[in-house]
């Protein structure tokens, strides 16, 4: 006898009408976080959530991004290079976030006032799904 799995139902923040997300600045030097962003808060609990960067630009930067809750930083550091092209990351973070919980993220850069899209899709918790 099998059982039965809850389909995933995504809940998506911090997107834009060109779907790219939203605008989130480093800091005005190189090799400084930037102030954090808000993408919004979360309608329902989520068991965990894909975040999207998408950047433009002819040069080759290099940034490490920060994402939290509310204010405790669930996932720093994370490496992203443009590699002197369009670049766009996907990377999911299975991290149970409750409902009501505000997403934010912000960045550093190697170049100065560096700008980088930012959207969150996020996994809503079926009946059946198990609590992380």
């Not at 290099?62 to 930083?73: C, E, K, L, P, S």
Request: proline share 5%.
């Amino acid at each position: 006898m099998g059982y039965f799995i809850d389909p995933i139902t995504y809940e998506p923040l911090g997107g834009s009408t060109n779907n790219v997300g939203t605008a989130v600045s480093a800091a005005g030097s190189a090799h400084t976080k930037g102030s954090f962003a808000s993408l919004g808060t979360t309608g329902s609990d989520w068991c965990g959530f894909d975040l999207e960067v998408v950047a433009s630009g002819s040069t080759s930067t290099r940034h490490f991004i920060d994402v939290a809750i509310g204010t405790t930083v669930v996932a720093s550091d994370i490496f992203f290079n443009t590699n002197g092209t369009n670049g766009r990351l996907i990377i999911s973070l299975p991290i149970h976030i409750p409902a009501g919980s505000q997403i934010q993220v912000r960045h550093q850069s190697s170049s100065a006032s560096t700008s980088i899209n930012m959207q969150v899709r996020g996994w809503r918790y079926g009946p059946r799904t198990p609590r992380g």
